[in-house]
T-cell receptor, first 113, second 111 residues
Framework: EAQVTQNPRYLITVTGKKLTVTCSQN?????MSWYRQDPGLGLRQIYY???????DKGDVPEGYKVSRKEKRNFPLILESPSPNQTSLYFC????????????FGNGTRLTVT | RKEVEQDPGPFNVPEGATVAFNCTYS??????FFWYRQDCRKEPKLLMS???SGNEDGRFTAQLNRASQYISLLIRDSKLSDSATYLC????????????FGTGTQLKVEL
């Protein structure tokens, strides 16, 4: 089954404790992206990657890191999480063409206390 | 002005009604457009792409008006199961492949 898989689904952590949210897709998509969704603000892009070893900042990259060592994986790293990073996070992938749609993972709900 | 704007709603409609949402975008270079459906706390799922000539999928019709820079979604014969938030997504395209989301329009279909 074609899918984008994120883990974990739920994560509760404390301020400053490094964490990684994994994302993997099995559709051979070139483009991958991370979003956070907050009430009233919609989906905001954190980072995206057009291909292996190519990553770029989105609209809200501060406090996050990503890597794209393999085509299928695009982990999101929070080196020192803070409470303002409490949010619902989505990973997504698509083919490179502008008219190809995004496919989303089922989300990671992160709470930083 | 936001890059992509939607009326947040909620739109409360009776079952069987026809309802339409608009989404305006500010970048005239935008190349592709989509409607997504999102149920509460779940991932957005593609409802339909929006083509220049307009397109229909069952009870759903999408239109693009480049001159006025908006896309629309029409839902006919609303079902209870259509209750969700509808997101419009605009891709400016080019090398950056920049996708911008609207904040969504909430639809509630009632008996």
């Amino acid at each position: 089954e074609a899918q984008v898989t994120q883990n974990p689904r739920y994560l509760i952590t404390v301020t400053g404790k490094k964490l990684t949210v994994t994302c993997s897709q099995n559709m051979n998509h070139e483009y991958m992206s991370w979003y956070r969704q907050d009430p009233g603000l919609g989906l905001r892009q954190i980072y995206y990657s057009m291909n292996v070893e190519v990553t770029d900042k989105g609209d809200v990259p501060e406090g996050y890191k990503v890597s794209r060592k393999e085509k299928r994986n695009f982990p999101l790293i929070l080196e020192s999480p803070s409470p303002n990073q409490t949010s619902l996070y989505f990973c997504a992938s698509k083919m490179r063409a502008a008219n190809s749609p995004l496919h989303f993972g089922n989300g990671t709900r992160l709470t930083v206390t | 002005r936001k890059e992509v704007e939607q009326d947040p709603g909620p739109f409360n409609v009776p079952e069987g009604a026809t309802v339409a949402f608009n989404c305006t975008y500010s970048n005239s270079a935008s190349q592709s457009f989509f409607w997504y459906r999102q149920d509460c706390r779940k991932e957005p799922k593609l409802l339909m792409s929006v083509y220049s000539s307009g397109n229909e999928d069952g009870r759903f019709t999408a239109q693009l008006n480049r001159a006025s820079q908006y896309i629309s979604l029409l839902i006919r014969d609303s079902k209870l199961s259509d209750s969700a938030t509808y997101l419009c997504v605009v891709n400016v395209g080019g090398g950056g492949n920049k996708l911008t989301f609207g904040t969504g329009t909430q639809l509630k279909v009632e008996l």
